[in-house]
């Protein structure tokens, strides 16, 4: 990718992590469309909405080889929101976020993450109440808990933002396509600062590398040998 664009991407993304500290809690309606790119397993089979067990997650490459994303089949309906789309499938469970938390970027490495999603319930505090919900995102970095069912809004912790949502297309066959980005994007700042090992994690000459036509999900308890739960 040319300097002139990746010039513009860091332009986007500033102006859109400024609109997106406005507030910690809404979506950015902004979608930045990337290459339409068919999620498929290991095997080359592909990702559709009734392969994906309710209450589990999945890691997968967007928009870029060395950007981890969540897909998530959660066990409720997730109703489109504040310009976010809101869940895909026929029952609207099938979701997808940028796995980058929004406050120091921990994301999910193959030896370890402290980003996770949680089926079961876990505690956590908003606004000094104690609270106890399943299906939820939990960076145990520090502690920030963000709502998949909602855009991943922030219900708790240090970020001050939404995770990126991640837009699907479902096909006639139900399978998933993502096919571009809306809220904070960190893309560029996270493969400055991580970039010398993304390359070497993921086998990059360039780790700006895009995706292309397909990209590989993995079961997040398989992505990473360890997974961080607080
Ligand atoms: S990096 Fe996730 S809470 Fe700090």
């Known amino acids: 990718m040319g300097v002139q664009r990746r010039e513009f991407n860091k332009l986007c993304g500033g102006l859109l992590a400024g609109a ?11 979608t930045k469309q990337y290459t339409r790119s068919a999620l498929v397993y ?10 994906l067990v309710p209450g589990t997650s999945c890691i997968f ?11 998530i089949r959660l066990r409720k309906s997730a109703v489109a929101a504040d310009g976010w789309q809101g869940g895909v499938g026929e029952d609207q469970s099938v ?3 940028s796995a980058i938390c929004s406050h120091k970027m921990s ?7 402290h980003i996770n999603f949680r089926d079961e319930k876990i505690n956590f505090y908003t606004q000094g109440k104690e609270q106890e919900l399943d299906q939820l995102i939990s960076c145990c970095s520090e502690k920030s808990v963000y709502d998949p069912a909602n855009g991943a809004a922030v219900l708790s912790g240090p970020a001050p933002a939404p995770l990126a949502s991640i837009s699907l297309e479902v096909n006639g066959d139900g399978q998933l396509y993502a096919v571009g980005s809306s809220g904070r994007n960190q893309y560029e700042r996270f493969m400055d600062k991580f970039g010398f090992r ?13 995706v292309g036509e397909s990209t ?13 739960r607080c």
């Open 107 to 113: 994301h999910p490495a193959k030896p370890i993450s």
């Open 61 to 71: 490459s967007y928009p870029y080889v060395a950007t981890p994303c969540f897909v």
């Open 20 to 30: 997106a500290s406005l507030s910690a809690s809404k979506s950015v309606a902004e």
């Open 216 to 228: 590989i999900a993995v079961l997040a308890e398989k992505f990473s040998s360890q997974q961080i």
């Open 42 to 51: 290991e095997d080359e089979s592909p990702v559709t909405v009734s392969s």
């Open 95 to 97: 979701v997808a976020f």
């Open 198 to 210: 993304l390359a070497m994690e993921y086998g990059l000459s360039d780790v700006r590398t895009e």
